[in-house]
Structure formats: C-alpha cells, structure tokens
T-cell receptor
Framework: EDQVTQSPEALRLQEGESSSLNCSYTVSGLRGLFWYRQDPGKGPEFLFTLYSAGEEKEKERLKATLTKKESFLHITAPKPEDSATYLCAVQAAAAGNKLTFGGGTRVLVKP | DTAVSQTPKYLVTQMGNDKSIKCEQNLGHDTMYWYKQDSKKFLKIMFSYNNKELIINETVPNRFSPKSPDKAHLNLHINSLELGDSAVYFC???????????FGSGTRLTVV
C-alpha cells in the first residue's frame, strides 16, 4: 500500500528564517509527487509536480526537490503570508489518477 | 468565476438523516473526485469518476453514493448519517494523466 509521511507536523518560523519540510514516501512505481498548499477553511491549492529523482521546481520562495525516497519543500526567507498547511501526495503507476496524501505540515511564520 | 464549486459549504444535521453535497467544475476536466479530510487533516480518496463512469471506489460504506449526471457534475449522497461521518468533504477535478487536481473549497459536515 502506498504511504506518505510528512515531518514535522508543525513548524514555527520567524520571518526570514529559512527551513525545509520533509515528505517520505513508499509507492509501487512513482508516476508523480505533488505538493499542495492549504489555507484554513479552503481546499488545497496545487503548487508543484515532480516526476523523477533529481528534479527540482521553484515558485517564489518555495523550492521542491525529489529523491527516490523523499521530497523536500524548502522555504527561503519566508513571509507571514507563507503560513499554511503544506500537503504532499504521490500518484502510483497502477493507481490511475488517485493521489495518496500525507498528513501535512502546518507552517506558521511570525513577523 | 469559481473553477470547482461545492454546495453547501457547511452542513449540520442529525444522526440518521440523509443529505447531499453538490459539485460542479467549469474547467472542462474529464475526471472528478470526492475526498474526505478527517480531523487529523488526512485527505483520503472516496470516489473517482471519469466522464461519468465510476473509476475508483475505495472502501467506503455503501451509505455513500456518488452520482455524475455529466462530466461537469459529481454529487455525493449520504444515507443514514452517523457521527463518524463528520469531516470536511472535498470535490476535485483533473485532466486524465499526470496533472494536479483543482479542489473545491470543501463542505464541512457535522453530524450531531
């Protein structure tokens, strides 16, 4: 069974304090790894898809990387508006379009 | 113009009642989904439809019945509601293939 584990569960940062979120996964034949951002009371918002080990994607202060066992979401010089829950999900080759999600990391950036 | 819209946003109901949640997408996507997010924030797939055809049906009690009248709509009907059904239910859509989902804003269901 596909599994996704995210750590830490929660992260408190000062504005400008860079950090990384971890997403460890076990999946039979990874087709893609997805990162989403979820704000309170809203649906997850798509950030990145990574397809193969070594790949990196960037968007503003966020950078996602992928290895064969895990993905990292690096937040560089975060601002208060980066506060959200960040969700990682995997899509397996044999699972159609199904995404298996981790439990998320709640990030709070204080000014 | 909302891409994936769900109604209602909040639903409070008594045990044993039957309720429905509606979802519509205007993105032209072929595939639609229902996900359940529990109190620990885990999102778990319930159903997936591709162009009105049921593709994924996870281990969900048969009190839950999805219906897709066309590829832009996917509704969820729940019979005999139980306390454990309390959660946030998200509708989502995507193109076939390796594409990210677009989620609706969720329906918070509270069964009392």
């Amino acid at each position: 069974e596909d599994q996704v584990t995210q750590s830490p569960e929660a992260l408190r940062l000062q504005e400008g304090e860079s950090s990384s979120l971890n997403c460890s996964y076990t999946v039979s034949g990874l087709r893609g790894l997805f990162w989403y951002r979820q704000d309170p009371g809203k649906g997850p918002e798509f950030l990145f898809t990574l397809y193969s080990a070594g790949e990196e994607k960037e968007k503003e202060r966020l950078k996602a990387t992928l290895t064969k066992k895990e993905s990292f979401l690096h937040i560089t010089a975060p601002k208060p508006e980066d506060s959200a829950t960040y969700l990682c999900a995997v899509q397996a080759a044999a699972a159609g379009n199904k995404l298996t999600f981790g439990g998320g990391t709640r990030v709070l950036v204080k000014p | 113009d909302t891409a994936v819209s769900q109604t209602p946003k909040y639903l409070v109901t008594q045990m044993g009642n039957d309720k429905s949640i509606k979802c519509e997408q205007n993105l032209g996507h072929d595939t639609m989904y229902w996900y359940k997010q529990d109190s620990k924030k885990f999102l778990k797939i319930m159903f997936s439809y591709n162009n009105k055809e049921l593709i994924i049906n996870e281990t969900v009690p048969n009190r839950f019945s999805p219906k897709s009248p066309d590829k832009a709509h996917l509704n969820l009907h729940i019979n005999s509601l139980e306390l454990g059904d309390s959660a946030v239910y998200f509708c989502a859509s995507s193109q076939v293939g390796l594409y990210g989902y677009t989620f609706g804003s969720g329906t918070r269901l509270t069964v009392v």
